[in-house]
């Protein structure tokens, strides 16, 4: 039986050879580390498959406590963190959420609000927040 779980990364032929190394952290977090001409900074993308909201609270704890190390552990890089965070984060709920723009939509859960206080303990913001989307993309 395969796996139930896992994250990966399809990569352009022609960047393969800026690759310097790929870390599978967990099952649902990896790395992929570039050196790409011109840039003075290691890339690091940062892929996450995040547990669903009916997850037991240890089960997020883990995933949001490792995605923190992984995070710091590459500080100083180019840190792209992308992924499926199993959240819709709704609208910006205070002016204190400088990490999300002014196009969230929809309410905001517990496993909603635990991605919100991450991008803040990490100063990440939400890109998906930012652009405006057709009616049926929300």
Partial sequence: MGGQRGVGFMVK???KNYIQDFLGVTDRIATLNMKIP???KRWTIIQVYAPIEQANKSEHELFYS???QTIITHSN???IL???FNAQVGAKQNEDEYVLGKF???KRSENEQRLVD???EHNLTLLNSLFK???NNK
Wanted: net charge positive; glycine share 12%.
């Fill in 38 to 40: 011109n840039y003075k």
């Fill in 82 to 84: 992308i992924g499926d």
């Fill in 13 to 15: 032929i022609h960047l």
């Fill in 133 to 135: 989307k057709n009616e």
């Fill in 104 to 106: 969230g939509h929809g």
């Fill in 77 to 79: 890089n180019t840190i």
């Fill in 66 to 68: 490792k995605l923190s």
């Fill in 118 to 120: 991450f991008l803040l």
